[in-house]
């Protein structure tokens, strides 16, 4: 009998295949060239990729205070023992233990995490993996929908499955990913985060995503689960904002990530037209919360936090036009909490520009 994610790696193959089938016929009967010639899938590259990157990723058995214990994924990112994985998989743990790939089993010691971008940084004995090649970072923001994506995890403490899929698109983290500590009203997104049809399952989150040259695209994070309990599309954290933010977690660091001190919304044409606003995107401020920059400035919002359209719209910082809450956020990823910023607002019809200074993301009890 074959295992439950074999079962499903061969349902989601078949499923690529005859969507293919679909749209060449739809396209030779509209007198064009078929779209796709060939087979979808190579076994031969997968197999290869797969053995080449399966010694770099491990399992991560996490115990904690309450005596209970807790598994996830992680993987090499470099050759000075340094394994990356989600926070959430080592929040409030006590210890962990790193499984490798032949075997052996080494403690791991809790370096920096970042829960903004569900990031965390493991560190182990270098000198006991000097065997092992460390898989590479890709270029996130070069993705495209349609391109192979790959993950290797420990789906229920089976170490080093795959599972074959594509990027279905780059875009914004659902509700459960956002960070949501300091209070649910609450919630920062994290940019640009890799949707994939890839299978992930509860004991992949912290493993890579790879694309077809064996580079880390992502780190698995999350999978959206229909009400029946079927596994839907997954999420990955992407391989840019790993990049930016290891020097921090390299030092031990839990970071904290800038903020406005505001609860904003991405304009729409639609939203615009609802709140009777002549922008047609940017960041509408639904509520200014108190003791933050956004006050300190005097930003102005939603009196009614929804619907009145009498809040600032925000379309530009720093002279570079926001079309939504996530390209705010994804910018102010490359700043620090302290730091200036100057905001170009859309208020009572008239832009004027604002100063700002960015405090830090509350965390849990501020």
Known sequence: MRSPIVAALAVGVLIVLLVGVAIGVLAERRGEPPIATGPTYDEAAVTSLFEAAAPSVVELIVHRADGSTDTGAGFFVDS????????????????????????????????????????????????????????????????????????????????????????????????????????????????????????????????????????????????????QGDFGIGFAVPSNILAGLMPRLMESELVSRPWLGIRGTSITPDISAALGISAESGVYIREVIPNTGASDARLRDDPFQSASGRGDVIVAVDGRKINSVSEMVDYFNTLLPGDDVTLTVLRDGAERTIAVTLGGWPAPGN
Do not use: Y
């Open 80 to 227: 000075d023992g340094h394994v990356v994985t989600n926070s959430h998989v080592v929040d409030g743990a006590m210890s962990v233990d790193v499984s490798l790939a032949d075997g052996r089993i080494l403690d791991g010691t809790l370096l920096g995490s970042s829960p903004s971008d569900d990031l965390a940084l493991i560190a182990v004995d270098a000198g006991q993996v000097t065997d092992i090649e460390p898989l590479k970072l890709a270029d996130s923001s070069a993705l495209k929908s349609g391109q192979l994506a790959i993950a290797i995890g420990s789906p229920f403490r089976m170490q080093n499955f795959l599972s074959v899929g594509i990027v279905a698109g780059v875009g914004d983290s659902p509700a459960l990913l956002r960070d949501r500590r300091a209070a649910p009203a609450l919630q920062r997104p994290i940019p640009n985060m890799v949707w994939t049809d890839a299978a992930l399952l509860p004991g992949n989150s912290g493993g890579p995503l790879l694309n077809s040259n064996g580079e880390v695209i992502g780190v698995t994070s999350a999978v959206q689960i229909s009400a």
